[in-house]
């Protein structure tokens, strides 16, 4: 897997330029659908991101929004970026939805779990047990399919140009053994050697911070290198996940981020905090 442009990031930036192109040539959903001969509810999922655009439906589209050619050109191409297949493509069985290929393309990761260790930072033992534990009815050949593409994923941590990954756990998951004393104690040091790492940061919020701004549900907050990609939150539960995307909701979770920082231990208190918990694993 290299890191470069993420076809899914292209179809967002696309979708959000066809809607606000739209806007200003004062054109309802309705009206363009009547012009290009087509429903309207293909306008919508277009600019929604929900379904891919062909290169003619964009220069059809923005013709009818009075584009030049210089202009129209550049998002013509661009619709031809986001058509291609990201690396998850492979394991489409796997990776529902657009999270991966929106991370993929991130500048930044800041990311909360209360539970377990976060996917970017496992080993395949402790992908294993917990695979197992959340699919209790998925056969060897899928568990192995599930860790393959979830190893893959993580080589994104390790590209030349990696984002600035930044975890806060709750102590609860140093302490929960997953799989057997063995494979924790393996994750255990795992996350040591990543969290030594220059673009890694890993914090642990302790027992003794009480009640903190985390403890609702686990979430990822996605920064992206270009202004024309804002920031969006990914909130995820056992079978999916929701995007936030409006500016408030990203400004929420944002500032939980931010409570869950300062009730955390510091990174290096975090990794003497992690390496004892190993040790009683020994």
């Not at 917990?130 to 979830?150: F, L, M, Y």
């Not at 030349?160 to 997953?178: F, G, I, K, M, Q």
């Amino acid at each position: 897997m290299a890191r470069g442009p993420s076809p899914t990031v292209r179809r967002r930036r696309l979708a959000s330029e066809l809607r606000r192109l739209r806007e200003a040539a004062e054109l309802t959903i309705d009206e363009v659908g009547e012009k290009l001969e087509c429903s309207a509810s293909k306008i919508s999922r277009i600019e929604t991101g929900h379904v891919g655009v062909t290169p003619r439906d964009v220069r059809d589209m923005l013709e009818v929004y009075g584009i030049e050619d210089d202009e129209r050109e550049a998002l013509v191409q661009l619709s031809r970026e986001a058509r291609k297949k990201g690396w998850w493509h492979a394991y489409n069985e796997v990776f529902t939805g657009s999270f991966v290929g929106l991370e993929s393309d991130a500048s930044s990761l800041h990311t909360h779990q209360a539970l377990l260790v976060p996917g970017l930072m496992q080993t395949e033992g402790y992908m294993r047990a917990v695979i197992r534990a959340i699919r209790p009815d998925a056969g060897e050949a899928d568990v192995e399919r599930r860790v393959t593409a979830r190893v893959t994923r993580q080589k994104l941590l390790t590209d030349p140009n990696p984002p600035a990954y930044w975890a806060v756990l709750d102590e609860a998951v140093l302490h929960r053994t997953v799989g057997s004393p063995e494979i924790m104690r393996a994750q255990l040091e795992r996350l040591v050697e990543l969290a030594a790492l220059p673009h890694v940061t890993l914090q642990v919020v302790p027992f003794a911070a009480g009640a903190h701004a985390g403890m609702e549900c686990p979430f990822l907050i996605l920064g992206f290198p270009e202004q024309a990609d804002p920031d969006v939150v990914y909130v995820e539960n056992t079978t999916s996940g929701v995007y936030l995307e409006q500016p408030s909701d990203v400004h929420r979770y944002t500032l939980m981020f931010d409570h869950l920082r300062a009730a955390a231990l510091k990174p290096d208190d975090t990794v003497v905090m992690v390496e004892r918990a190993a040790d009683r694993l020994a």
